[in-house]
Nanobody, 127 residues
């Protein structure tokens, strides 16, 4: 059982930056995929970025490419999401997730297969 806890959310003006962190209770195995997702009330959960815990390959939704960066620090059992040039449409609750199956990482939008989820952290971007 992997427990995940997000932090780092908050309110920022458009064009600003935030860094989200996701602390894991244990280091994910190399066959895991880690990901960041976001969701607004009444809308479907949206894939933002994923990282293959084994080889470090990263994948991004088109809407965040060039602005967001996903990274992992294995020594700290922590996953990060650096968000730059934020836009009002980035406003959402952001969740981190972990699951077995690195091949799923390439499908950023797919979220139903992840085994473990954090509680989420709110990000609000004002114009």
């Amino acid at each position: 059982q992997v427990r995940l806890q997000e932090s780092g959310g908050g309110s920022v003006q458009a064009g600003g930056s935030l860094r989200l962190s996701c602390a894991a209770s244990e280091s994910p195995d190399s066959n895991y995929c880690m990901g960041w997702f976001r969701q607004n009330p009444g809308k479907e959960r949206e894939g933002v970025a994923t990282i293959n815990a084994g080889d470090g390959s990263t994948y991004y939704a088109d809407s965040v490419k060039g602005r967001f960066t996903i990274a992992q620090d294995n020594a700290k059992n922590t996953l990060y999401l650096q968000m730059n040039s934020l836009k009002p449409e980035d406003t959402a609750i952001y969740y981190c997730a972990a699951g077995v199956g690195p091949h799923w990482c390439t499908m950023v939008a797919a979220y139903g297969w992840y085994n473990y989820w954090g509680q989420g952290t709110q990000v609000t971007v004002s114009s």
